[in-house]
Each structure stands twice: as C-alpha cells, then as structure tokens.
C-alpha cells in the first residue's frame, strides 16, 4: 500500500527489467514533511543481489524509514536509491514494486477470504499455487481448521488470527508474489516464542535464493546475515558481520550484551 499519495510516476519513468545486481543507497538523507530534522544522513550503503543485509539499531534510529526508500514509499530529500544502477524515481511504481516483497510487523490484511488475502499482490495465482504458499509458510495447518478453510473472512486487519497466524499469512503472500527483493521489517518482534519459531521457519524458507534487507530489534534474526549495518540517529555507525561486530567494542556489542542480560530466550537460543 502506497505510503504517500504524492509518489508518482515520472512522465519517462521506465519499466525495471529482471532484477540483477542489488540495491544501492548513495549519500541519501531524508527528512519527513513538517519535520525540521533529518532521520536519515549520509547513508551509503550497497546490498549486492543474493546479499541478507540486516539493519539494527535502537528505536528511532531510521531502521524502517531507510527500507521505506527502497520501493519508493517516500522520495529521498537528498542522494539516490538504485536498483541494478537505476534510480528508482526514474522506475515506474508498478514495475518497481512488483520486484519487491515485504512483510512487516503490523501486517496488513483485508476482511475478506484467507485465500484473496494471500492472493494480494498477484491476484490471479491459481488455488494450487495459493495452497503451496500456505504450505510453505507452515500455515496449512491451522487454515485447514478454520471454519471455512481458505473460504473463511478473517475480518478486518485479521482479527479473527493470532499474531503468528497473521504473519505467516504475510509470508505466504509474499511466497506466492515470489518477488526477487524482500524486505522484513521486525517481522517477529511482537510474537511469543511459540509463534516466533513458526514464523522463522517459515521466514528461512522465504528468504531462500532472494536479496533480503532484515529490519530487526532482537539480534538474534541477524546472525546469520552477510553483513550488518548499525543505524544510530540517522547515520552508520558500524557496518560488519555479527562476529566482528559482537567483539567491536560498539553500538552493536552494547546492544548485544544488553539482550544477553536480560535473558532473551530467543536470542540465547
């Protein structure tokens, strides 16, 4: 869903062929409308296709708003965001987030059937190709035990579901768009532990062959990650591997030692 409504096409904006070679972020600032700081300052940053490139840092760092760039929800106030050396103002939107997955923390689904809601994105799949998404974002199980099944209305933003049933609904939805860019955005961050090992099997699946940027709170979703990009205030402050970084001596060890002292079973798991 378009964030800002003042995002348009560009009269020569072009269609984005298959996406290659990565994302890059040159020299991007950004500051929201009626605010007179910046949230985001000088980022350069590049995510190389195949990459898992994880983003942390404490709130309001500018974590969510630097994924928002990437599909354009909002326009950069100064540098650029490229896709395989295109700036992505010069794509136009269909095309541009057509080749982009995403699935957040606030999932956003539709009183309407299981089935439309995964279909959002790519409205004419087929049931099948419908049923091996849910199958593959480990939601089978508890869609067959509904009322109605795939046929069954959720209600309004899915109320009707548990947290970890809505979000492997958004899994699955972005199986099924099987789009080549992801972006998650603290997909588990208000699951109990339960429903958070369900939705990161069905994330490790998801995350499978595509380039992935990971926004994430607890660490332990980022180990795994090619390269991990600490924000603090807007600017980077460390970029690395989680073994390099854990033993740095900066924002990323105080982040990770403080997730240790309170006990977090996940990240101690």
């Known amino acids: 869903l378009d964030r800002d409504q003042r995002i348009q096409n560009r009269p020569d904006a072009l269609k984005l062929p298959k996406f290659q070679h990565g994302i890059v972020l040159e020299d991007v600032s950004f500051r929201y409308p009626s605010v007179d700081t910046l949230t985001l300052r000088n980022i350069d940053l590049e995510v190389n296709a195949g990459e898992i490139v994880a983003v942390v840092g404490p709130s309001g760092a500018g974590k969510t708003t630097l994924a928002n760039l990437v599909p354009r ?69 508890f869609i067959s035990r509904l009322p109605q099944g795939y046929d069954t209305v959720i209600g309004e933003r899915g109320l009707k579901l548990s947290g970890g049933q809505r979000q492997r609904i958004a899994i699955a939805r972005a199986l099924l ?84 002292l309170h006990m977090d079973p996940v990240v101690n798991s």
């Open 177 to 260: 768009k099987n789009a080549p860019i992801l972006i998650l955005d603290e997909a588990t961050s208000h699951l109990d532990t339960e429903s958070e090992i369900f939705v990161q099997r069905a994330l490790q699946h998801l995350m499978s062959n595509r380039t992935v940027i990971v926004i994430a709170h607890r660490l332990s979703t980022v180990r795994r990650a090619n390269k991990i990009v600490v924000l603090d205030r807007g600017r980077i402050a460390e970029i690395g591997g989680h073994e390099e970084l854990v033993r740095g001596g900066g924002m990323y060890q105080r982040l990770h030692d403080l997730q240790f």
């Open 73 to 141: 929800f909002y326009d950069v106030t100064s540098g650029a965001v490229r896709i395989d050396g295109k700036d992505v103002r010069e794509i136009q939107l269909a095309s541009l987030r057509s080749k982009i997955g995403i699935v957040a923390q606030d999932t956003f689904l539709f009183n309407d059937t299981v089935a439309n809601n995964i279909r959002y994105g790519r409205s004419h799949a087929k049931d099948t190709e419908v049923e091996e998404a849910a199958r593959n974002a480990l939601a089978e199980e």
